[in-house]
């Protein structure tokens, strides 16, 4: 239990909504936390290697997070609306499942583009190399493996035939 200090100084709606959260709104909101941080990470040099070559998009960037993973300009901005997103759509049970779900799926779908793309075309405008495709993979199935686990007491509820 917070302590009447601290509790009142956070504002109501923060502490009820912290306290009432779904696990699946939980997820969502920890995974778009994520997705922040790997955006504002992708523009401190240091934690992105070749700083110096980050470029709007595609193969006008040779910069790569933690040394691993090809950003760009318009990669770290994707991460951090996909982010914001999550966290967004966090607030409610259903909105929640829903970006675990297509959020899950988008990114499935960006691993099969990493693995059809010519990394050297125009075409690779979010820089891509392996270790993205593999991130990209268990991110996909991860969010929605999330998504279909977690799902509210009220959509398994609602999904579920009535009985007479």
């Known amino acids: ?11 109501m709606a923060t502490l009820r909504s912290s306290l009432t959260r779904t696990p699946v709104q939980t997820a ?12 504002v990470l992708g523009f401190i040099p240091g934690i992105t290697r070749r ?3 980050l470029g709007p998009a595609g193969l006008d960037s040779g910069a790569m997070l933690v040394g691993v993973f090809e950003v ?3 990669h770290n901005v994707v991460h951090l609306l996909f ?6 759509c966090a607030r409610r049970g259903y909105t929640a499942h829903l970006y675990l779900i297509f959020g899950g799926m988008i990114y499935l779908v960006m691993w099969l583009y990493g693995f059809l793309v010519d ?38 509820d609602l999904s579920k035939p009535r009985r007479r």
């Open 83 to 88: 982010g914001v997103a999550g966290v967004i």
């Open 28 to 39: 969502a909101f920890a995974v778009g936390v994520g997705f922040v941080v790997a955006g």
């Open 72 to 74: 760009s300009v318009l």
């Open 119 to 156: 990394r050297e075309s125009p075409a690779n405008f979010m820089p891509v190399n392996d270790a993205d495709n593999w991130l990209h993979l268990g991110l996909g199935v991860g969010m929605i493996g999330l998504g279909a686990l977690l799902r509210s007491r009220r959509q398994r």
């Open 1 to 11: 239990m917070l302590s009447d200090r601290v509790e009142s100084r956070l504002p």
């Open 51 to 53: 700083f110096d070559m």
